[in-house]
Nanobody, 124 residues
Framework: QVQLVESGGGSGQAGGSLRLSCAAS????????MAWFRQAPGNEREWVAG???????TYADSVKGRFTISQDDAKNTLYLQMNSLKPEDTATYYC??????????????????WGQGTQVTVSS
């Protein structure tokens, strides 16, 4: 079955960088849509960035210019490079996978598969 396993979370200082990874397995579809979401305590899970198999990427305004989403097709791995971190980036980060595009990258309902999450904590 489809599995998504995140890694790379941890603690960082404001202004620093972290890179998250999401290893995907258990499927053979050649075209997919992957995304990163995050959820801070007491908040809704929010979309951060998305990328399709053609490499087209899109970002939430709150991270545009600071975060970069990418994927290594050979390794079936999704990445999120986070630079210029801010304390408000503190959250549990989840990767998500869909095999169809619903028209709204930011909607949780578009994604059928989710990882278990990795914690990112940014101190000021």
């Amino acid at each position: 079955q489809v599995q998504l396993v995140e890694s790379g979370g941890g603690s960082g200082q404001a202004g620093g960088s972290l890179r998250l990874s999401c290893a995907a397995s258990g499927y053979t579809a050649s075209w997919n849509y992957m995304a990163w979401f995050r959820q801070a305590p007491g908040n809704e899970r929010e979309w951060v960035a998305g990328i399709d198999s053609g490499g087209r990427s899109t970002y939430a305004d709150s991270v545009k210019g600071r975060f970069t989403i990418s994927q290594d097709d050979a390794k079936n791995t999704l990445y999120l490079q986070m630079n210029s971190l801010k304390p408000e980036d503190t959250a549990t980060y989840y990767c998500a996978l869909s095999f169809r595009y619903s028209g709204t990258w930011y909607s949780r309902s578009m994604y059928n598969y989710w990882g278990q999450g990795t914690q990112v904590t940014v101190s000021s």
